[in-house]
Every structure is written in C-alpha cells, then in structure tokens.
C-alpha cells in the first residue's frame, strides 16, 4: 500500500527544509522528498550566503516584507539550530561622487522597508572600517542588520531537526506528476512510486514552475535560470573583514566581496541569464567579470589567492507584485493554488531567499490555519538541533576528551581545514547519512581549503566504502554517475 | 615507542628530504631524534612513485621511488631516529613547541631544540589556474591519481587528458597506459616542455601520446562525470584563439600544473616565506628567519631530483643537530641551587658552571628558625661539602652570604644540583 502523509515538501534546498522544520511542531506526517542525493544541492548550495538586512527589495514587495521578517528571526534560529552565523552588518559602497547619490536612493528605500539601524558613513570612515577598500571610497551605507551564514549548515540542520521531530526526509526521489482526483491534489507520483497526501508544498527552487505546470495552474509563470559565479580566496592569503555591496545594478546586488564564517573572502557573483537549469559551469568571461568588479572594491585582491570557483543558479521567476500599485514583476510566490486544491506554491524564490525562509515558513503555518488545517502543537516537540563536534574550533583540552572517548577524532583526514575521521563517520551516521563526497564536504568544510581535497579525497572514498559497506566504486562525488574510482588496476579496457 | 616530551631535533614529514635531516641529526650526536609523518609508514610521496630514476646522482643507481625511501628509512631506524606516525602536526609554535594528534596517541605536545620542516609540497588544482566548465566528478591531480592507482590498485578513469607537462603528469600518462587506459594527450600552456626531457622521451615518445605545447584546457564539460574537455591554442599572452576549439571526448582529467611548497605550519611558526618559491626565506644552514627551525626539501622550492632534496636534508639536519647541541650545553651550564635544611630560598637560583672560571660567585639565603648558637652553612653536592662557613647564630630577619670560591670549579662540574644547608654546630 502507498504510503500517506498529511503534508508532502517538493525539495530539500533552504526553503523545503525551513518548512519542514516549523511543521515539524504540529501534530502532522510530513514528507520531505529530494531529488538529489543530499538536501542543499541548488540555489541553497552556491550562492553569496548572506543574511541581507533588507533595504535592496523594491518596498511594497513580498521580497521586501519576508527578507526584513526572516533577517529577525537569525538569531534565535542559529541558537537552535546551532549553525555558523555572524551578524557582522554589511556595507554597501560606493566609489566616486558619482554613486554617493545611489546611497541615499538605498537609504529611503531601506526605511521604507523597516530595516532597523541603516545610515550614511563617509568616505574616510569606510576606510578605517575596512583598510583594504578602494581609497576612492566616497561613502557607504552601512547596515548592521546584515550578516553572514554557512548555508549548508543551516539547511542541513533544519532538516536534521524537523527528522528530529518526525519529518520524513526521501532523498533521490524525484517529483514526477501529482495524482489528482479532479481539480483536488490527494498526492505524487515520483521515481520511488506514488505517495498520498492532503496538502503538496512546492518548494521545487528552479523548477517550482514545472511543479505547477504538471498541476495545469499558472502556464505564464517561468523561471529562468540567472548564473552567478565566484571565487573563494585563501584565508592564509588576503583577509576581508566585512561584507562589501557595490552600488546595485538593476539586474542584481553586483559582484561583492564579503567574508565568510569559515574564514575566507569570497567575490562574486555575476548575474547572467542561461537557458539549462543544471549548467553550474564557470567561464573565463564570468571570472573576469567578476574579477573585475571585484577590484573596484579591494584592488589588492589578487587571482593568484583563487583556491575555489563555483557558479550558483538564481531561480528567477516573473510573478508580479500583489501589492496594489507596486510595479514590481520578479516577486516571490508565497500562496494557496487557487485553481486547484492541496498545493502550496513557494516559487521564484531568488534572493533574498536565503534570509526570507525562515519568514517563508511561518507564512506557510498560517496559510495552512487560514485554509482551515486544525494545526495541534507537539507536546515534546524539541526546537533544538544539537551540533556535532567540530575538532578545529576545539581548544586542546576539548580536543583531547574527544580523542579519549573517540579515537577516530585524532586521526586528521583534511590537512588544510584539520578535519578528523571522527567529524567524517559521526556526518555518514547523522540523521541524514552523508552518503557522497560533497556531503560530507558541505557538512564538515573538509576538501575547501588550498589543497581543494587532493590529500582527503582517496582516504575519504575509502571511509565512505568501509561506514556505508559499499564497494569503492559505488562512491561518488554527489550521487548518479559521478563516481570517483571505475575499476581495479589491471582490468581496464578503454574500448569498453 | 613512548614518545618523549623533549627532543634534541624534530624532523616534521619523513619524505627524503626528512629522513636524510633525521640520518644527519643523529649522525652529528644527537641523542634525540623525532621525525613525525602524518601517513602510516616512513617515505612520503616516493612511496608512490614506483617509476624509477631515483639515485642516479649520490646513489649512482637506478632506483624506483619505494627502494630509494627503504634505504634511508633502513639508515634511519638503523641509527635509533625515533618515529611517530599516522600523526599529524597542529600547530608548531616559534619556541619550538609541537602539537600532533593521532588515532592510537592522542594529543602531543613536544619540545623541541630545534625542528626541520620536510612538509614537502602539495599540487596546484583546478581553481589554482581558474579552469572553466562546471564540476564533475573525474578531475584530479596526477598525484591524488597517482595514489589510487600505484597504492590502493584502483583507476579513477579509462580515457585520460593530462593538462600540464610537469614530470608527475608525463609519468602518469605512461603509468596509466600501462595499465590499459587511454591516454588522449598532454597538453600544456607553454611553448616549452615544463618536467625533465628524459620523462618526456621515455614516458611520452616511447608510449606514442602527443604533446601539445601552446595548448591548454578551455573549458571541462560533463554535469557528474567529465565526459569531454575543449582543448584550445593559445596566443603568446595565454590567451585562447578562437576558432582552435576542439573537443576531446574523455572521462578523466588529470592536472599536473605546478607544485607548492606547503608552508601551512611555517607560517604557523612565525616563519616568513618567499613569494617567489613559496618556501622559508633560508641561509645556507637552511634554518629560516625563527632561530632553531630549519626546513629542507620541497617545502623549501621544488626540486627535479629527489637526489638534491637528500643532500638538502643532510645540510639541515646537520644544522638543526649542532643548534641542538649548542642548546643543551647552555641548558647544562646551568644547575639548581636549592633550598637544604633550614634554609628558606637562595639567590641566585641557578648557577653557571662557567662563572666560576671569571672568579668567585656570592649567594644569599635567608633562614627559617632562628638557631640562637654557632651554626654552619653548607654548600653541598648530595653529603660531600663543597664550601662552608661559620656564622654565631642564624635569625631569618639577618641575611646570610655566601662565596663559592673559584677553586671548587671541578668539584662544580661533577654536580647536577647543588644545596645549601645551615645546621648547629
């Protein structure tokens, strides 16, 4: 017999985890299904991992409402959740006279939107603020509500802890059709077979609009892929201390550099329109691109430092402001399907959807109160997610009870980011089992730093094929055909 | 083995380069000898690299990498050079302080004299020289390739393009020929080869794979595994010309674009480097800016030969050693003078034995009871009596003094720890 639930999440990125962990505290069977091998593998995995104050997003917007709503809710989140966040503000910067104008345009724009704290700084300010800044810096409008995350960790932990309170998680299962009985959803059709459910949640990222299509709403309603790429520099290299916004162009935020909680600057992204939605490629026209503006910022920065690339598909909708008179046609969709019933669309979710989620899923509480679910609070429900040991933010005694009780934690796996076969074994056994080399990598920072996983990579394979008693050829870097190791010396035949 | 808490020398990396500092440490009378490898058995890199051309300079052999290792992991253990392995180093600290960890042992923390640093270098990677396309599964350093196939016995591809002429790409193209695969091509950037000429006619003419010079990698293509590169000619600034594009099927990359002495814990230490070779700035002890740490090998710039990172490991450990030496004669010059009975401190604390030869040395000592009758103060060496002296009484509110004449210098020497005592006559 199939399996039923009351409520199904389409996707495991930020947004289907966010929500899955504030159903988690009703008296609900909740699904979660992911189509990839591990949750956060889209838009939440490559992306700027900022927490944005909120004064970018056109006032009026549901981007302006849930950015400034989610940005509140960080703190107490990170305390639960137990994630890498810092609210260290951030700045946007503008060099010349010539933008100096653009800031008070952000500063209204901000106010409007009701994000606390923001004002003007001068020039010279920024300059002591940051010492490696363009020395034409001619102000900047500093906003200490910004901050920044590690967005693996906060996805994975969400999910962790709606499984911690009863949430199923099925990864590489992927969203196929819904099954409908009339204009009414009673479930899915996926890979792995059909599940029934009252409600769907359409948390899809970059193909929440193929989800509604295949319920036959919303046909007008696309989503376009828009690339971002960048680089992560060595920290033993160049050090930025803040999170750096240029003047914002009409397409996107600009190309930035920030620092990140693991340590290193990051610069980037570009905004460029692609047509495939699984092409995460970098160029050489992006990193120039982005080498570019990134050294109108720090013209210190230095590609020689370069220890990383990736590039981060934005989802980019089309949906139109609901907001009365605001001209606004890039909005998120965060409502109840009207044209059938049972569907949750969450969709157009580019940024700030990272900082929005957490406002994005109480939203999905209450639509599910206004569309009459009865919603009983979980007497034990347990909004803590306990963290697992990180050996290198450890002082010596810390990291000496750890090998007393667990060997493997003296044994280091990653060289450059001192990471130990007791933190890989303890992320394969988690509540949700770091089957893949990237996710392991995601979960423990392990195979980022200068030696990009050349030492690990061969010793990881082989704990991965030991813990998860699979043959070493099994192991792949994410999931499907991207394994590491093809067959046994002496037995290669490459007419095959 | 019961790792001690102090060491004359400490060789960090037992690669060539560390296992020749350790040989010569000992054989300039060090006692105390650590080298600590963060991999489960002594040789580093050679271990897999089992193509030979190893020791044609000071051997005046032929060796393959592991043989090469084995005689001076032989030498080593041979001469007492103690050993800590699957162990990898934290953090070591200008004052020479080491933390290592392990599975079996825990957490270390060693003194050091001094330290030679044989880290050995590490293999530029994709990122290092911004190689486009998305990222699949299928590119590795010829080295991480290198392991696989040569120690675990497993290939990571069958049809291969190596970007990079250097040696280690060149000897992987013929290794992985000989097991089967195919080898597409090397490609590299320059107009000129960048490893050795012997590796070029032996690895790559004997084994009909082409070399393209001015070529380079343009972009890698393949979501999860890498199904084909675009190879492109490139102009005299490395840039791509257009309309050179050609796409190469394969399922492997492999990357062998320049090595990195790997400088993570040297700068840890407080050591500076040289932009230029990535390595400790060195004199011709090869000990670097922070006195007592010397560093050898790779991790100093790349050598061709393994032969030269040998003789640089000699020249260090040689160093490290009589920096080592020298110390602990410091260290010995000094003993304790310590409180005996009814004495409540003395000053100075520590004597150096060689002050006596510059003339006679006083000491202060206070005492604890009052003694309201002759006494007599003592300084001795365990129950022989060096010097004494007579005193009508003793009260702690009166200082005594004390001269230790140059004449007791021999019997000074013969002590570890000296006492001073006042008792009753």
Not at chain 2, 8 to 28: E, Q
Request: net charge neutral; proline share 5%.
């Amino acid at each position: 017999m199939a399996e039923a639930y009351d409520i199904i999440i389409v996707g495991g990125g930020i947004v289907g985890c966010m929500v899955a962990r504030y159903l988690s505290r009703y008296k609900l069977d909740v699904l979660l299904i992911e189509k990839e091998a591990d949750v956060c593998t889209g838009a939440s995995a490559a992306n700027t991992a900022i927490v944005h104050a909120g004064y970018d997003p056109m006032p009026g917007s549901l981007k302006a409402k849930l950015n400034v709503a989610g940005n509140a809710m960080w703190d107490t989140l990170a305390g639960e959740l137990n994630f890498a966040f810092d609210r260290r503000g951030d700045y946007v910067v503008a060099i010349g006279d010539e933008e100096l104008a653009h800031l008070q345009c952000l500063l209204e724009q901000g106010k409007k939107n009701g994000v606390p704290g923001i004002h003007i700084i001068s020039g010279e300010e920024m300059r002591n603020r940051e010492p490696e800044i363009n020395p034409s810096v001619s102000g900047a409008l500093w906003a200490p509500t910004g901050g920044i995350c590690d967005p693996f960790g906060v996805t994975i932990a969400a999910a962790e802890n709606a499984i911690q309170n009863g949430v199923k998680v099925y990864l590489e299962t992927a969203f196929e059709a819904f099954i409908m009985d009339g204009k009414r959803i009673i479930g899915v059709r996926t890979n792995r077979g059909d599940f029934y459910c009252r409600w769907v949640i359409n948390a899809a990222g970059l193909y929440a609009d193929m989800v509604m299509h295949k319920a036959g709403i919303y046909p007008e309603f696309v989503i376009k892929p828009r690339r971002g790429e960048y680089c992560v520099l060595d920290q033993a290299d160049i050090t930025v201390r803040n999170v750096l916004f240029p003047v914002p162009s009409k397409a996107s935020k600009g190309i930035m550099v920030t620092a990140t909680v693991h340590g290193n600057a990051l610069v980037g992204p570009n905004s460029n329109f692609i047509e495939d939605k699984d092409d995460c490629s970098v160029t050489r026209a992006g990193l120039d691109e982005i080498w570019h503006g990134a050294r109108k910022l720090i013209p210190s920065l230095d590609t020689r430092h370069v220890i990383a690339m990736y590039a981060g598909l934005r989802a980019c909708g089309n949906a139109p402001c609901r907001t009365p008179g605001v001209d606004y046609r890039q909005d998120f969709i965060v409502e109840v399907a009207e044209e059938v019933s049972g569907l949750i669309n969450l969709a157009g979710i580019e940024s700030p959807g990272l900082t929005s989620a957490p406002a994005i899923a109480l939203r999905v509480v209450e639509m599910l109160l206004e569309a009459g679910e009865r919603l009983e609070e979980k007497k034990d429900w347990q909004p803590i997610r306990p963290p697992r040991p990180r050996f290198r933010h450890l002082p010596r005694e810390e990291q000496l009870r750890l090998i007393r009780e667990d060997s493997r934690y003296g044994r280091i796996i990653c060289r450059c980011e001192m990471v130990t076969e007791g933190e890989i074994v303890a992320e394969i056994h988690a509540p949700i089992p770091a089957k893949t080399y990237d996710a392991i990598k995601r979960r423990t920072w392990l195979g980022t730093g200068r030696c990009q996983g050349s030492f690990d990579m061969p010793r990881v394979v082989d704990i991965l094929s030991r813990e998860l008693g699979m043959s070493p050829f099994e192991i792949s870097k994410r999931g499907g055909s991207s394994r590491f190791l093809l067959c046994t010396t002496k037995e290669v035949n490459h007419e095959d | 083995m019961k790792i001690k808490q102090k060491y004359d020398v400490v060789v960090i990396g037992s690669g060539p380069g560390g296992l020749a500092a350790a040989i010569a440490a000992k054989k300039t009378g060090c006692d105390d000898v650590l080298v600590i490898e963060r991999d489960i058995e002594l040789g580093g890199i050679l271990l897999q690299c089992i193509h030979n051309g190893f020791g044609l300079e000071i051997l005046k052999q032929d060796l393959p990498g592991p043989s090469y290792a084995q005689r001076f992991v032989s030498e080593a253990l041979g001469l007492g050079v103690e050993t800590l392995l699957d162990a990898m180093v934290l953090d070591v600290s200008p004052q020479r302080r080491i933390f290592a960890t392990s599975r079996k042992g825990g957490l270390y923390d060693i003194e050091a004299r001094s330290i030679v640093l044989a880290m050995g270098c590490r293999e530029r990677t994709r990122s290092q020289i911004r190689l486009p396309g998305p990222r699949p599964a299928g590119v590795f350093t010829a080295g991480t390739a290198q392991r696989w196939v040569n120690v675990e016995g497993y290939m990571p591809g069958r049809r291969f393009v190596v970007l990079g002429s250097g040696d280690i790409g060149m000897i992987m193209a013929r290794r992985l020929t000989l097991e089967g695969a195919k080898v597409e091509r090397v490609v590299e950037i320059m107009p000129y080869l960048n490893g050795l000429m012997r590796n070029y006619v032996q690895c790559l003419l004997d084994y009909d794979i082409p070399l393209q010079l001015r070529h380079t990698v343009n972009r890698i293509i393949g979501n999860h595994r890498v199904e084909a590169v675009e190879i492109v000619a490139v102009n005299d600034r490395w840039e791509p010309i257009s309309g050179t594009e050609e796409i190469v099927p394969c399922d492997t990359l492999l990357l062998s674009v320049g090595l990195i002495p790997e400088n993570e814990l040297s700068r840890k230490a407080g050591v500076l480097l040289d932009p230029l070779t990535g390595g400790p700035f060195v004199d011709d002890h090869f000990q670097t800016n922070v006195p007592g740490i010397f560093a050898a090998g790779n991790v100093v710039h790349v050598y061709d030969l393994v032969d030269w990172v040998t003789e640089a490991g000699y020249i260090a450990g040689r160093s490290a050693a009589a920096f080592a030496i020298e110390l602990r004669r410091w260290e010995n010059r000094h003993m304790p003078l310590v409180a005996g009975e009814n004495v409540r401190y003395v000053v100075p604390h520590e004597l150096d034995r060689e002050s006596l030869t510059m003339g006679a040395v006083r000491i202060q000592l206070r005492v604890k009871q009052p003694i309201e009758s002759p006494v007599v103060v003592e300084l001795r060496n365990g129950e022989d009596v060096l010097v004494k002296k007579g005193e009508p009484y003793a009260r702690p509110g009166e200082m005594i003094t004390l001269t230790i004449p140059s004449k007791v210098y021999d019997l000074v020497q013969k002590a570890s720890v000296l006492s001073v005592h006042v008792v009753q006559r």
